[in-house]
């Protein structure tokens, strides 16, 4: 007779090879695979965000180069992303525009985006600063620009395109009040061809004068390791879930789906079915 050991084994290995079994071990190992790759794009935009971090901050540490100069050596706005400028022109209050729905030390209102032509003509959208959500009537005479030829500092930030969903700018007319710092949907309503990325300044203000500066824009990596971590633990726990119930399962000895019953122990040997 077969070793009770080798007969437990063969019995545990039909289980696992019964059709209905497989298809289970195949439904979770999908499900991990699932989430691990999930984890890993995750994990791959963090590692975008940190180089993106990176080459920021490296960016705004450079000295300050003029903004003329700067274009007259590269016309790739990416290399130009977060650079410290400097540009000297006048500013066009009267095509002056708010952008809506934006925070400063946790209150709500607005940023002021007004165009700054340089000495070439070339009109660049320049942000100067924060207001209360009450002044959304450009021009605003409560936070004027500063009148005649000056010259500003601040960092190139890139241009934001009209997304694919939520709130849009609309496509046609003069707009006051924007959603986005659009220069190429602001472009069509500004005298020139307007510069296709955004000045943020960077000197301060007198305290307490409008518009408030922003300062340099904050760097964080989002919540891209907090997910990540969160598919990989999905994975694991998908399959240790089914580990454990796999083990359960085998020890009951009730998993054989191959149309086989097994009799109890104490069953008698003939009839199959206890007779009292």
Do not use: I, K
Request: aromatic share 6%; proline share 9%; charged share 20%.
């Amino acid at each position: 007779m077969p070793a009770p050991t080798a007969v437990r084994l063969s019995a545990m290995l039909r289980t696992l090879l019964a059709p209905r079994m497989l298809l289970s071990h195949l439904l979770v190992l999908v499900v991990a695979a699932g989430c691990v790759t999930a984890g890993l794009w995750q994990w791959d935009r963090l590692q975008q965000a940190r180089d993106h971090n990176a080459l920021t901050e490296q960016q705004m540490a450079a000295a300050p180069v003029t903004l003329d100069e700067l274009t007259a050596r590269t016309v790739d706005t990416e290399e130009l992303e977060y650079r410290r400028v400097e540009a000297t022109g006048t500013f066009r209050a009267e095509e002056e525009v708010v952008q809506r729905n934006q925070s400063h030390q946790g209150n709500q209102g607005l940023y002021v985006l007004t165009p700054f032509e340089l000495a070439d003509g070339t009109p660049v959208l320049v942000l100067r600063g924060w207001v209360p959500a009450g002044f959304d009537e450009p021009p605003l005479d409560q936070a004027p620009p500063p009148s005649g030829e000056v010259t500003v500092t601040g960092l190139l930030e890139p241009s934001v395109p009209q997304p694919g969903f939520g709130a849009q700018d609309p496509e046609e007319g003069t707009l006051e009040r924007v959603f986005h710092a659009d220069t190429e949907r602001l472009d069509r309503q500004v005298e020139g061809e307007l510069f296709p990325m955004v000045l943020r300044l960077q000197e301060p203000g007198p305290d307490g004068e409008l518009p408030l500066r922003l300062g340099d824009p904050e760097l964080d990596e989002a919540n891209h390791l907090s997910y990540a971590l969160q598919w990989f633990s999905f994975a694991l726990l998908a399959l240790a879930t089914y580990g454990v119930w796999l083990v359960r399962r085998l020890r009951r000895g009730d998993g054989a789906d191959d149309g086989t019953v097994t009799a109890p122990a104490d069953a008698p040997a003939t009839g199959g079915v206890p007779t009292g």
